[in-house]
């Protein structure tokens, strides 16, 4: 890793801002002489909300879209394809967000290979993700080959993310760099939206403002939570030490239902709030999991979940500014 270029797509998101946190850190304490190249739409917002890491003199800045960017000069050894559209906030007709996601994945993603095929890429890395699997039975294995139905528009992220892998593929056979695939689950930490669509996020905000905690279904979906800094830490190991075109699930395996979820927040942060759910459970109605088995990155890869769910809650309230936690 030394003296040597990453090429980061998605460097302005929840996860590119953890890989070049880390990057910088490391990149530091190890004088590794290296540069990482950050590709981003807009590089004045990037330097508003990131200033310490936009100032960095490791990092370059690339304006551009992930799906026509122009191509930097040099060699850059190692890649991340980090961006990705993940349905956007709902509105509008589902047939048309499905049309923009698979747009802006699969395009991204053949473009952001074609970068990586002329520029002397040994190892890439995409950032794919569980939803690839459809419905899931408990703790999903990456032999499991997924229950989605193409012709669903709600299914398109899942798809879009299949076909990117799919073309993973075929890159790495035509061109011959490593393509290692990270398959990501749920996060959370500082950096990750309160206000988006991810649940855990809201109860924190809702927590912050002293707001009833509310849940959009009927609490029963069951989730786990892996904490920033070791999902980190294992998209590093996947990059690095992976075999290629050998997928590998990112997350935790210790599940946990939304409104089990909700009521973790309100112990955690000590707030004694209402939370209101906004459906009984039907019976009958098979409860959807979204949970990873992580034993493949346990033994291939020797990887951990070190930080528990509760304190995952407490550093990320801290960050947001909360005060009133328990020690």
């Known amino acids: ?5 990453i090429f980061l797509t998605g460097g302005t998101g929840f996860f590119g801002c953890w890989l070049i946190e880390s990057f910088i ?34 990092v370059s800045l690339l304006k551009g879209d992930v799906s026509s960017f122009r191509f930097p000069e040099g060699s850059f050894p190692f890649v ?43 190892k890439f890395m995409m950032i794919s993700s569980g939803a690839v699997y459809g419905d899931q039975p408990s703790f999903t294995t990456e032999d499991f080959y997924g229950s989605l139905d193409p012709c669903l528009p709600e299914n398109a992220y ?38 988006g669509r991810y649940a855990i996020g809201n109860f924190i905000q809702s927590a912050l403002t002293s707001q009833p905690i509310h849940i959009h279904g009927d609490g029963t979906p069951v989730r786990s939570y892996l904490y920033a800094a070791d999902l980190t830490v294992w998209l590093w190991t996947v990059l690095f030490n992976a075999p290629s075109l050998f997928p590998i699930n990112i997350g935790s395996d210790k599940a946990i239902s939304i409104g089990q979820l909700a009521e973790e927040v309100r112990a955690t942060l000590d707030c004694n709030l209402d939370i209101l759910i906004s459906r009984r459970a039907s019976a009958g109605v098979p409860i959807k999991h979204y949970v990873p088995s992580v034993q ?30 328990k020690e």
């Open 25 to 58: 850190a490391a990149n530091q304490s190890f004088s590794l002489n290296s540069k990482i190249t950050v590709l981003t739409r807009n590089p004045d917002i990037f330097r508003e909300r990131s200033p310490h890491l936009a100032v960095n003199p490791a």
């Open 158 to 195: 899942g798809e879009a993310k299949r076909a990117a892998e799919a073309l993973c593929s075929a890159y790495t056979s035509s061109h011959g760099f490593a393509c290692k695939i990270a398959r990501c689950f749920a996060f959370v930490g500082p950096h990750l939206p309160l206000d």
């Open 296 to 325: 493949r990155a346990y033994d291939q890869l020797k990887l951990k979940q070190t930080v528990e769910l509760h304190e995952a809650i407490r550093r990320t309230a801290e960050w947001y500014g909360w005060t009133n936690v």
């Open 1 to 5: 890793m030394r003296d040597q270029q």
């Open 80 to 122: 991340v394809h980090a961006a990705a559209d993940t349905g956007g906030s709902r509105t509008g007709k589902a047939k048309d967000t499905a049309i923009t996601t698979l747009r802006t994945i699969l395009d991204g993603t053949r473009n952001t290979l074609d970068f990586a095929a002329s520029h002397g890429t040994r």
